[in-house]
């Protein structure tokens, strides 16, 4: 079986703190990928990465930035935490096709 | 521009009543048409990929079809275990990125 394992279910940071969340596939999958989920707009692409030390920004990377040193991690950062990036944080890994989904973080900016 | 359109946006259903939902699709070279449940609070979770019109997969009491334009995934006798989101969701030629719709929030009663 896939597994994908986030960091934290749950995490509460204030305005302008340095948020790190990490992402851990267990599959050998080349390509990864962070979403935001929020009501009403569906999963967003943030970044994905299709090889170690790769990135390629999705349809909203502003305020995010991505690193992947090792094949199998992937660690999405907001350099400095809005409240509008209080959402649902999903990471997804694939060989090719379908994408494996995490089990979400909850990240509330306060 | 990839679009995907779910209807209905939620579906409240008696244990037993089947019914359909439904995935419209705008996408350039489809390569494939995927289908994910989501519990409340958890990572969206892979059920089926289809690849061409005419194909069908099933699944326990899930059945999903393609056509040309639309996905259904088709709910025979349902349980209240069933209640969840169902995200559709597409890919377009070498691309990595999937393209989601915003999910059926389907409900089974007793």
């Known amino acids: 079986d896939v597994k994908v394992t986030q960091s934290s279910r749950y995490l509460v940071k204030r305005t302008g703190e340095k948020v790190f969340l990490e992402c851990v596939q267990d599959m050998d999958h080349e390509n990864m990928f962070w979403y935001r989920q929020d009501p009403g707009l569906g999963l967003r692409l943030i970044y994905f990465?299709?090889?170690?030390?790769?990135?390629e920004k999705g349809d909203i990377p502003e305020g995010y930035s991505v690193s992947r040193e090792k094949k199998e991690r992937f660690s999405l950062i907001l350099e400095s935490a809005s409240t509008n990036q209080t959402s649902m944080y999903l990471c997804a890994s694939s060989s090719k096709d379908p994408q494996y989904f995490g089990p979400g973080t909850r990240l509330l900016v306060l | 521009e990839d679009q995907v359109t779910q209807s209905p946006e939620a579906l409240r259903l008696q244990e037993g009543e089947s019914s359909s939902l439904n995935c419209s699709y705008t996408?350039?070279?489809?390569?494939?048409l995927f289908w994910y449940r989501q519990d409340p609070g958890k990572g969206p979770e892979f059920l089926f990929t289809l690849y061409s019109a005419g194909e069908e997969k099933e699944k326990e009491r899930l059945k999903a079809t393609l056509t040309k334009k639309e996905s259904f995934l088709h709910i025979t006798a349902p349980k209240p275990e069933d209640s969840a989101t169902y995200l559709c969701a597409s890919i377009s030629g070498t691309a990595s990125k999937l393209t989601f719709g915003t999910g059926t929030r389907l409900q089974v009663t007793l």
């Open positions: 996408v350039s070279g489809l390569r494939g």
């Open positions: 990465s299709y090889d170690v030390k790769m990135k």
